[in-house]
């Protein structure tokens, strides 16, 4: 059961990190376009892919996690539970590490490295 609830939270977690980078790409569009013109390796715009994915990705899932820890101590804080609390670290760990990790590598693997050439006009 815990499984399918980290499934789930990754597949939120990774949906929004795409989203977020592919817009932060789209944006950046013609900043990478100077980058290469000045001579940046095409590398360089997966590595900000990866980066901002896992940017992403990372704190969406501290976040979530902390927002998801917050309530469960307060309701076993106040209740009779105190012993019968049991932290699941292996699932909370596959949360916080692996996923912004898949994202990363993710974002590494689907961006274009080299952008088509264009033209850009003179500002006047």
């Not at 592919?22 to 590398?43: C, M, Q």
């Amino acid at each position: 059961m815990f499984w399918l609830i980290v499934a789930a939270s990754a597949v939120i977690t990774l949906s929004a990190a795409g989203i977020t980078t592919g817009l932060a790409l789209a944006d950046a569009r013609n900043d990478h376009v100077t980058l290469a013109g000045v001579g940046a390796s095409p590398r360089l715009r997966k590595g900000l892919a990866a980066a901002q994915a896992l940017l992403t990705s990372g704190l969406g899932a501290a976040l979530g996690t902390i927002a998801g820890a917050v309530p469960a101590v307060l309701i076993v804080a106040s209740t009779d539970m105190r012993t019968a609390v049991e932290i699941p670290w292996l699932h909370l760990l596959a949360l916080v590490l692996a996923v912004p990790l898949t994202g990363s590598a993710l974002a590494w693997i689907c961006t274009r490295a080299v952008l088509p050439m264009s033209r850009r006009g003179l500002v006047g």
